[in-house]
């Protein structure tokens, strides 16, 4: 299910946090993580929640500014969530996700980020995430949606 109000959202306020216009705190406030859209919840934990630390309030600028490869991440993720395209990556089992976190703790944190990234690969491409294939990527750039249709 597409959850078209809160991907826009989310991508605006994703899009506002990357560029350091707003600060972290601004993001978590202006966020509705409750939907039965599997993308809206995956994409703030997986990907949005880890580009920013919640001690201080603070925006993404000067030396806590993000890197170009990470931007371009979050560009993908934006496309994404401009797209009508369901979110196919699957959680691990309760289990693996029990055992991962009890391995995160033993290794601080070194095999549990291996784990789910070797997890992950087995689905799809995690050089895309949070596309599955690269093709969907190729396909969505193509129609470019953030230029609504300008040359």
Do not use: C
Not at 6 to 30: V, Y
Not at 85 to 90: A, I, P, Q
Not at 92 to 112: C, E, H, N, R
Not at 114 to 136: C, E
């Amino acid at each position: 299910m597409i959850d078209r109000p809160k991907r826009e959202n989310l991508a605006h306020h994703l899009r506002l946090l990357a560029t350091g216009q707003i600060t972290n705190d601004k993001f978590e406030d202006s966020l509705d993580l409750h939907s039965e859209d599997t993308a809206i919840w995956r994409i703030y934990k997986d990907g949005a929640w880890s580009l920013y630390g919640d001690l201080k309030e603070y925006k993404l600028v000067g030396q806590d500014k993000l890197p170009k490869e990470v931007k371009r991440n979050i560009a993908r993720v934006i496309l994404f969530l401009k797209s009508d395209r369901e979110f196919e990556w699957r959680e691990p089992a309760w289990y693996m996700k029990a055992l991962i976190s009890v391995l995160g703790i033993l290794t601080f944190g070194l095999v549990s980020s291996w784990f789910y990234r070797y997890s992950w690969a087995k689905q799809g491409n995690v050089n895309v995430w949070p596309y599955l294939r690269t093709a969907d990527v190729d396909a969505d750039l193509k129609r470019q949606p953030l230029l609504d249709g300008k040359k």
